[in-house]
């Protein structure tokens, strides 16, 4: 990226900004105070690279935190069939996540997490069928509770750590995801930004949401997102468990 270059406003796409702003000064008065300070964390960054990839992780996760929110809404107005209808277009996008971080992992060599060579085509293929529903997770689970076994969990580095733990659990449901359900890339970002180019995180982000990168962020309501996780839980009988990091 060129050092001057100029960029629209990945969440409004109206107005032009350097790179290293990650947004415009509009869409950020626009946030609550704890998401301002999470956008000056990332400008302090000073890479270009990496904000954008930031960025952009944010903007995809916030498309569904949009079908979290609108869930939560018909069911405070007791609306339930379309709230139903809403989780169901989550476990759409969720499945699309799945297809998305299964072709970043082919870009990344996850042999590093073994001590000798173990073959992961098989994962990768059963991960590919469950998102698009041919098997069920228990067959997948067995599968990742092999590779599991396999990994010298203590003799990593935290970062080949936190590799690991995306790479077993990154198809998981909120079950197992807790809040990382809601901010699925952002953490992917974290986790994995030391084992591929963050331009190629970005790229492979924007080919499989060419929908979310061409439109605007519509605005999450923060009254609502503050409680909704606890009322979809009760509802919905979802459950809250350890993020994906846990081993």
Same mark, same amino acid.
């Given at each position: 990226?060129?050092?001057?270059?100029?960029?629209?406003?990945?969440?409004?796409?109206?107005?032009?900004?350097?790179?290293?702003?990650?947004?415009?000064?509009?869409?950020?008065?626009?946030?609550?105070?704890?998401?301002?300070?999470?956008?000056?964390?990332?400008?302090?960054?000073?890479?270009?690279?990496?904000?954008?990839?930031?960025?952009?992780?944010?903007?995809?996760?916030?498309?569904?935190?949009?079908?979290?929110?609108?869930?939560?809404?018909?069911?405070?107005?007791?609306?339930?069939?379309?709230?139903?209808?809403?989780?169901?277009?989550?476990?759409?996008?969720?499945?699309?996540?799945?297809?998305?971080?299964?072709?970043?992992?082919?870009?990344?060599?996850?042999?590093?997490?073994?001590?000798?060579?173990?073959?992961?085509?098989?994962?990768?293929?059963?991960?590919?069928?469950?998102?698009?529903?041919?098997?069920?997770?228990?067959?997948?689970?067995?599968?990742?509770?092999?590779?599991?076994?396999?990994? =010298?969990? $203590?003799? &990593? +580095? *935290?970062?080949?750590?936190?590799?690991?733990?995306?790479? @077993?659990?990154?198809?998981? !449901?909120?079950?197992?995801?807790?809040?990382?359900?809601?901010?699925?890339?952002?953490?992917?970002?974290?986790?994995?930004?030391?084992?591929?180019?963050?331009?190629?995180?970005?790229?492979?982000?924007?080919?499989?949401?060419?929908?979310?990168?061409?439109? =605007?962020? $519509?605005? &999450? +309501? *923060?009254?609502?997102?503050?409680?909704?996780?606890?009322? @979809?839980?009760?509802?919905? !009988?979802?459950?809250?468990?350890?993020?994906?990091?846990?081993?």
């Amino acid at each position: 990226m060129c050092e001057n270059a100029k960029i629209l406003c990945p969440y409004c796409l109206t107005r032009e900004i350097d790179p290293a702003q990650a947004i415009c000064s509009a869409c950020y008065s626009k946030e609550d105070k704890l998401e301002r300070g999470s956008w000056d964390d990332l400008r302090k960054r000073k890479n270009a690279d990496e904000i954008q990839m930031f960025t952009i992780a944010k903007k995809v996760d916030e498309a569904f935190q949009i079908l979290e929110n609108e869930a939560y809404a018909c069911i405070e107005k007791h609306e339930m069939i379309q709230a139903e209808a809403l989780e169901r277009e989550m476990e759409a996008f969720h499945r699309r996540r799945i297809l998305c971080m299964v072709e970043i992992f082919s870009k990344i060599d996850c042999g590093i997490l073994f001590s000798g060579y173990v073959e992961l085509d098989t994962y990768f293929k059963n991960v590919w069928d469950y998102a698009h529903q041919r098997i069920a997770a228990e067959q997948l689970r067995e599968v990742r509770e092999y590779l599991r076994s396999q990994i =010298p969990w $203590k003799s &990593l +580095s *935290s970062q080949r750590m936190d590799l690991g733990a995306e790479l @077993l659990n990154f198809w998981c !449901g909120e079950y197992e995801l807790d809040w990382g359900y809601s901010q699925y890339f952002e953490i992917a970002a974290g986790n994995l930004k030391p084992f591929l180019a963050m331009t190629l995180f970005t790229e492979i982000l924007c080919k499989h949401f060419p929908d979310v990168m061409s439109a =605007p962020v $519509k605005r &999450l +309501s *923060s009254k609502l997102w503050g409680t909704k996780k606890g009322v @979809l839980s009760c509802q919905t !009988g979802h459950k809250s468990y350890p993020m994906r990091w846990t081993f």
